[in-house]
């Protein structure tokens, strides 16, 4: 579920995920966000909301540590979830799509792909889906 509640917890849980395996204290954390110790603490328990330079300033310095659970709730929970029917036309939608440009001059114009930006994108998110749901053993394997 995406709520306001669920995006503290997950922001708090990897901020102490990253500070329990690293081995930081709040002050050193605090350091990095350029808060105090106990304004720290209070984002690792999920208790307060962050600005957008502090959040920034912990992506650069923990990059897919730090965000990447939120991006997959913020992914995961859309609105627009496909079934497997869904996501085979949105890319049958898109592969045709490209083909149509590439007829005339055999070259995909910025013009063309705004055109079908919103075909492009609904095949996008409809890979990722899939993609984000392989078992992470199988995620890193080659075909």
Do not use: W
Request: net charge negative; glycine share 6%.
């Amino acid at each position: 579920m995406f709520s306001a509640s669920s995006i503290l917890d997950t922001v708090g849980d990897a901020l102490m995920v990253i500070r329990r395996e690293d081995g930081l204290t709040y002050d050193d954390m605090g350091a990095v966000m350029n808060k105090s110790a106990d304004q720290a603490a209070k984002y690792c328990a999920g208790s307060a909301t962050m600005d957008l330079i502090t959040y920034a300033r912990l992506r650069r310095e923990y990059n897919g540590r730090f965000d990447g659970a939120l991006d997959r709730l913020c992914h995961d929970s859309r609105p627009n979830k496909r079934g497997s029917r869904n996501v085979q036309s949105a890319v049958v939608k898109a592969a045709f799509a490209i083909a149509q440009a590439l007829e005339d001059d055999g070259e995909i114009s910025a013009k063309e792909v705004r055109d079908n930006r919103a075909t492009l994108e609904d095949a996008r998110d409809a890979i990722d889906g899939l993609l984000r749901s392989l078992s992470p053993s199988v995620r890193g394997t080659a075909a």
